[in-house]
């Protein structure tokens, strides 16, 4: 596809249930991010990843989150034991080196999660 | 560390008329500067940005934005709001280089009147 895509769009879990968000990042992209946006908020940054390295996770809140980037392409954003505090649209991003020597990140349409 | 500022969480404007939307940032190493612009239910669209080459970055839909490293601030214009203008915009700032994780602002929402 031209663009970044996530998938489910929406999804709603109740407390304690564990879900799993997908990304499929621009081909050929290097460098992928995960965004935590709450209501009214902006994104805030999760982690990182360089291919299939995560090379950055100090944004994770708490141990119940984890990603994961296994071949360096696709991305898992996985939480466990929801909380409703965890309720927030979850971005994610790619990016690669332009001609100009910087990077811009594109964003995908987002996973809205609503804890109940 | 870094950190934006977004002065202003809702700006209204009526069409035809100039838009500023308010961006200071705090970087403790050079930075790289974007605006991204948000309609309801999408993803972040890139608007501009700042890599150190010009301080008078123009973007897309007739935005643009100037840096200035004596103000700390990185200031979105544009001279005439259309309707379609309407939506949450977002200043971030990112270290100059490598790929680097955003930091941003708590966003914009702008209003056009007719």
């Known amino acids: 596809g031209a663009g970044v895509s996530q998938s489910p769009r929406y999804k709603v879990a109740k407390r304690g249930q564990d879900v799993a968000l997908r990304c499929d990042p621009i081909s050929g992209h290097v460098s992928l991010f995960w965004y935590q946006q709450a209501l009214g908020q902006g994104p805030e940054f999760l982690t990182y990843?360089?291919?299939?390295?995560?090379?950055?996770k100090s944004g994770l809140p708490s141990d119940r989150f984890f990603a994961e980037r296994p071949e360096g392409s696709v991305s898992t954003l996985k939480i466990q034991r929801t909380q409703q505090e965890d309720s927030a649209v979850y971005l994610c991003a790619s990016s690669a080196r332009d001609n100009l020597g910087s990077d811009t990140q594109y964003f995908g349409p987002g996973t809205r999660l609503t804890v109940l | 560390a870094q950190s934006v500022t977004q002065l202003g969480s809702h700006v209204s404007v009526s069409e035809g008329a100039l838009v500023l939307l308010r961006c200071n940032y705090s970087?403790?190493?050079?930075?790289?500067l974007f605006w991204y612009v948000q309609y309801p239910n999408q993803g972040l669209q890139l608007l501009l940005k700042y890599t150190s080459a010009a301080t008078l970055v123009k973007g897309i839909n007739g935005f643009e934005a100037e840096f200035k490293k004596s103000e700390t601030s990185f200031h979105l214009t544009k001279p005439s709001a259309h309707m379609s203008d309407a939506a949450e915009y977002f200043c971030a700032v990112s270290e100059a280089g490598t790929a680097s994780k955003l930091t941003f602002g708590t966003g914009t929402r702008l209003q056009v009147t007719l």
């Open positions: 970087s403790s190493v050079p930075p790289y």
């Open positions: 990843f360089q291919n299939e390295a995560q090379l950055d």
